[in-house]
């Protein structure tokens, strides 16, 4: 596996962090600031809503799939190139996209820049575990913390830039992060040290398989507001099975499936991080809808209402990190996961006379409770796994949050395909109270002692 030096012989471990968090929040920032531009996009290219949600949809499945493969080659060939050949793919897209003159060419860049982006995170964490030692939980959640804000503000960022260049503006505005981020990158992230004992076997039927059933769930996902396919379940059902039965009986496999049964402890972070990104991205593709064509409020409004479930969750992460160290997983994860639950039941009852006040506490409360089981979930699974498969399981764990949106889209699109409506709107924080309430039986089982004591092999 590759390693990087140790902290006695980094220079500047602070400029390493800003390196890294800058290169992080480049998936996030692309995922949200797209989603402004919509319109001209479709205007432009003259398309169809479906084909705008595929152009949504495919950014999702590349990173979900590309997430624990390259983080697992940062493993093995090295973080600091991995980090530095994913800068390299972002700029790429990003130049080319703008003079984009179909969808095709358009649909492809933001597939380079969707497997650019993947290629950040794992590795950033890697580098991170491998060349931060004091504090490494808190220089972890100030990451997410940049992730959560650029994720934030996003589309404040492209609604306003938009209105000056068009949309090929969102792409143009990463140049100064990736230029940023890739001269801290070269000068202060130390060489990585390579085993050369050690080589990467290309699990290619499993990768492949693993690629074909994400797009097989999403085309039955993306059909269920119009009714069950059986046509559609039964391939994506079928993939999968081969996937896990050929990835049960692989020597080198792309998923360790054998690992993640035998370790259920590790299992249920990735499940219940996949469930928080549900209820998280459901509210943010949700509630702004709701907010202007129910409640009436004008798109500033609405923009400035959402920004407190972002902000909330943003201040939540340090202190939910801090508090972990003192009192260990077990109590901020139950905090967070309450508050999930009081936020959404709350929301339930309201409507669209319920004064503005209370849908802004509303939107805070779930924030915190989305801040605090995030980032705990991040900093317990890294306290199980060896810094050695930092990339794999970082990878790992951001496909589960790309799983959490692709679900999160086919709840909005099943629950308010009859309308947006105070109806439709109940209907779908019914689902998500549910939700809410199965994470609580998991986090009592992740922070047992026998769950910390049972993590055992390779992931």
């Known amino acids: 596996m590759s390693e990087a030096k140790p902290l006695s012989s980094v220079s500047n471990p602070k400029l390493i962090i800003v390196a890294v968090a800058l290169g992080v929040i480049l998936n996030p920032l692309n995922t949200t600031m797209i989603t402004v531009a919509l319109p001209d996009i479709q205007n432009e290219f003259h398309l169809t809503s479906k084909d705008i ?15 624990p493969l390259i983080g697992k080659l940062s493993d093995y060939y090295g973080r600091k190139k991995i980090f530095v050949f994913g800068l ?13 003159k179909n969808m095709i060419f358009l649909l492809a860049m933001r597939g380079i820049q969707a497997v650019g982006t993947s290629a950040l995170y794992p590795a950033g964490i890697g580098i991170i575990r491998t060349t931060i030692e004091k504090n490494q939980n808190r220089v972890i959640g100030t990451l997410a913390v940049f992730a959560s804000t650029s994720a934030a503000f996003g589309p404040t960022i492209s609604g306003l830039l938009i209105q000056y260049g068009g949309w090929p503006v969102i792409f143009y505005v990463n140049f100064p992060v990736i230029l940023l981020s890739a001269l801290l990158a070269l ?16 699990d290619v039927i ?17 059909s269920i507001e119009n009714g069950f396919s059986l046509l559609k379940f039964i391939p994506a059902l079928l993939l999968t099975c081969f996937f896990y039965f050929y990835e049960k009986n692989s020597s080198e496999p792309f998923i360790n499936v054998n690992y993640l049964t035998k370790n259920l402890n590790v299992s ?12 998280f991205f459901a509210m943010l593709i949700s509630m ?15 923009g400035m209402m959402m920004l407190s479930i972002s902000i909330f969750a943003m201040l939540m992460t340090p202190i939910a990190t801090r508090w972990t160290e003192k009192s260990g997983y077990r109590i901020p994860l139950l905090f967070g996961g309450i508050m999930g639950i009081l936020g959404i039941a709350l929301l339930i009852y309201t409507n669209h006379a319920s004064p503005l006040v209370y849908l802004f506490i509303i939107l805070a409360i779930i924030g915190i409770g989305n801040g605090a089981v995030t980032i705990g ?26 799983m959490g949106n692709i679900l999160a889209s086919s709840l909005y699109a099943v629950a308010f395909a009859a ?11 019914v689902v998500l109270l549910f939700v809410t309430i199965i994470l609580i039986p998991g986090m009592f089982y992740i922070t047992s002692k026998k769950a910390q004591s049972e993590t055992d092999g390779t992931l």
């Open 377 to 402: 979930l991040q900093n317990l699974l890294y306290s199980i796994v060896a810094k050695s498969q930092s990339g794999i399981a970082s990878g790992l764990l951001m496909t589960s949050r790309f």
């Open 206 to 222: 499993g990768i492949l398989t693993f690629g074909s059933s994400l797009a097989s769930w999403m085309f039955f996902l993306q």
């Open 288 to 302: 702004p809808s709701y907010l202007q064509k129910v409640v009436m409020l004008d798109s500033k409004a609405a």
């Open 187 to 202: 000068k202060y992230i130390p060489t990585d040290i390579k085993n050369a004992s050690q080589s990467f076997k290309w």
């Open 419 to 429: 309308g947006i409506n105070d109806h439709s709107k109940t209907v779908m924080t």
């Open 53 to 67: 949600s595929w152009l949504v949809a495919s950014y999702f499945m590349i990173s979900a799939l590309c997430l």
């Open 268 to 279: 249920i972070i990735y499940v219940q991080y996949i469930l928080v990104t549900v209820v």
């Open 88 to 100: 390299v793919l972002v700029a790429i897209a990003s130049f080319f996209a703008p003079l984009s």
